[in-house]
């Protein structure tokens, strides 16, 4: 699910129906048995807005390893962004807090005394999540004018081949089993690819005209010619409704922009994927490389895992002339969970499945989850993985496994690195507008998960009498407001902060 479109259904959890449920507990007095705590949390779930809802819920205490209370802890539900915990968990177990992701520049041969480089360059991705023309701050270089300046420095001057974007690292479809349609035009249903860059999205930004009936002014963020924006939006008179439609097509890169926008409206903003993401980061890195001042005289193009079945490419035999790394998983899965950023988990899922099985799949990388999952002893009868983001309709978990998941983390070496990049109540990423002012904030960290009808949170908390607590929360089949789910998963965990008892 996308952060955007969480927060967006988190920030409504402030309506005041859910506010005022949310007061209404808080100014109970704090549950001080365990029976008490069990009462307060069945009261919520027999509520008339969860009539219909399906519920699934498992406290334990990490302290004295007991269940405390229970709802149905062992069916399966749809986990939505929960899936991400399974993926940074197998990854910083399997691959450890310092892995790092390359991406390299290859050439057959080093450049010659004129600096001409004969043959195609190839830009060679490894799934790095973190390649991006956004991070031009303070002076620093992106990535791509990164990796064009060591070119410059190895003395490469004029290009007489094509920019080949090499995503053959990844192997398998660039969707995911189980996504919907209508999420792949937008930034959390981007395609997958072992050369991603600006996480394979642009920016789009339509402002109003100067006067009535002329087109509206769209902007893309990086600017570049990769989509085609087809513009039939036009500006019109004070007052009038604002009504944008987007459309781009599943197979091509043609943006067509429909509808009217007032005059004094303040704008449209969107993040729209790009197809076919290795291509794209070709591009770009052609325009880094003439922008530094290297001649290419082919064009920018692509090579998948197909392609290289037929011509195989044999890094030990080529010339890597540049490279750069990533920052440290410990400081990616951060980014990942407390944004819930979807595309970082599914290149790490693949990731997995190239560096312990040989293969850059989707299936490669869920069965290193299921190995560890089998390793840790976790209640795993019928649940059913199918992606590393949770984007997919078709994954179901039980509350149970993901507290077995979480219990083991909490007792795993790099346990702390795996805590601590969960958002935090009231504090930052996804829960950042949540459980603000309970006993919840700056207390709990766990990881959100919405799609629709369904709304998660599984994660840790502390007691007032300072037990640790571990907890997932999961509503599926919720068809009424957003606010009402979300405003009790909030309460359910101010009610486990508040709890005063042993």
Not at 289 to 296: M, N
């Amino acid at each position: 699910m996308s952060a955007n479109r969480e927060r967006r259904i988190l920030i409504s959890v402030l309506l005041f129906i859910g506010l005022s449920h949310q007061m209404a507990a808080y100014a109970q007095p704090s549950p001080r048995t365990v029976r008490q705590l069990q009462r307060r949390i069945e009261e919520i779930l027999r509520r008339p807005e969860f009539a219909t809802t399906r519920w699934g819920i498992l406290i334990e205490s990490l302290d004295r390893g007991i269940v405390l209370v229970q709802h149905d802890a062992h069916q399966l539900f749809t986990p939505a962004s929960n899936v991400k915990l399974y993926t940074t968990a197998a990854a910083l177990v399997r691959l450890g807090p310092d892995f790092r992701f390359r991406t390299s520049v290859y050439a057959q041969a080093p450049p010659d005394e004129r600096g001409h480089l004969e043959g195609d360059v190839i830009l060679y991705g490894r799934g790095d999540p973190n390649l991006s023309t956004r991070t031009l701050t303070g002076g620093r270089l992106t990535p791509f004018y990164s990796l064009a300046d060591q070119l410059v420095r190895a003395g490469v001057r004029e290009i007489f081949g094509d920019i080949v974007g090499d995503e053959s690292y990844f192997v398998g479809p660039r969707l995911g089993v189980g996504w919907e349609w209508d999420d792949l035009q937008w930034y959390y249903g981007a395609e997958v690819s072992a050369l991603s860059v600006d996480d394979n999205f642009v920016d789009l930004i339509v402002q109003p005209g100067e006067r009535e009936g002329e087109p509206v002014r769209v902007i893309l963020s990086p600017p570049s010619s990769y989509l085609t924006v087809m513009n039939r939006a036009v500006t019109t008179a004070t007052g009038t409704p604002q009504q944008i439609a987007i459309e781009r097509g599943l197979q091509d890169n043609v943006l067509e922009i429909r509808g009217t926008m007032p005059r004094e409206s303040l704008g449209y903003r969107a993040a729209i994927a790009v197809h076919h993401p290795a291509l794209y980061a070709a591009t770009l890195f052609r325009e880094a490389l003439l922008r530094r001042g290297i001649r290419v005289h082919g064009r920018a193009v692509a090579v998948d895992w197909k392609e290289r079945r037929a011509r195989p490419l044999d890094l030990g035999r080529m010339v890597e002339l540049a490279h750069v790394e990533s920052p440290p998983l410990r400081e990616e899965i951060r980014v990942l969970n407390k944004i819930s950023q979807n595309l970082h988990a599914e290149l790490l899922l693949r990731v997995l499945g190239a560096e312990l099985k040989g293969e850059g799949s989707d299936e490669k990388g869920l069965e290193v989850i299921r190995e560890l999952l089998a390793e840790i002893g976790a209640r795993t009868s019928g649940v059913r993985i199918r992606d590393g983001s949770g984007l997919s309709r078709l994954n179901l978990i039980a509350p149970a496994t993901t507290v077995d998941l979480l219990r083991f983390m909490d007792r795993h070496e790099h346990g702390a690195v795996f805590r601590e990049s969960l958002p935090i109540a009231g504090v930052d990423g996804t829960l950042e507008r949540r459980m603000g002012g309970t006993p919840a904030e700056g207390n709990v960290r766990a990881k959100t998960g919405t799609l629709a009808y369904t709304y998660t949170l599984s994660g840790y908390v502390t007691t007032a009498r300072g037990e640790r607590l571990v907890f997932s929360l999961m509503v599926n089949h919720h068809t009424g407001e957003a606010a009402h789910a979300l405003a009790a998963l909030n309460e359910l965990c101010a009610t486990l902060a508040a709890f005063a008892g042993s």
